[in-house]
């Protein structure tokens, strides 16, 4: 089997979120995150580290950057989360459920409800909307 080329998405994928903090910053996005402090405070980052996942993901079209400016302050970016990269709550799930239920011993430090609070879970589903067990998934080269 040939490896893919330049061109295959999952390839793509894993090269712009596939680190670590990458993958942290977007799931304190999802969670509300929009200042480069709040950024900071959640996750113990160091301010470097945090300005280059930040540039990446802007750069990416995954964030957008968004002028703020607090009474008597300087103005400043924040950081929302484009079209795209709302679509990363899907992947950050199935990661987080797959890791849950094969890797961790603690419960999850994230839980992903409906707007009303019931606890949802990432599946396949088909063009009509019904669901289909992974087991009955496979993969194919295109």
């Known amino acids: 089997m040939t490896p893919p080329d330049g061109n295959c998405s999952l390839v793509k994928a894993v090269d712009l979120v596939g680190e670590r903090w990458t993958f942290l910053v977007l799931c304190e996005a999802l969670a509300g995150a929009t200042r480069f402090s709040e ?35 300087r103005p400043r970016d924040g950081y929302c989360l484009t079209d795209a990269g709302r679509k990363m709550n899907v992947v950050l799930s199935a990661l987080q459920e797959w890791g849950g239920a094969h890797l961790s011993e603690t419960a999850p430090t994230v839980a992903y409800r409906t707007g009303d609070g019931r606890p949802v879970q990432v ?17 194919e080269r295109v």
């Open 39 to 73: 950024f900071r405070a959640r996750l113990g980052i160091a301010s470097d580290v945090l300005a280059a996942r930040l540039a990446k993901l802007v750069d990416s079209g995954l964030l957008a950057r968004q002028t703020y400016r607090e009474p008597g302050q």
């Open 123 to 139: 599946r396949f589903v088909d063009g009509e909307g019904a669901v289909v067990p992974s087991g009955d998934v496979r993969s």
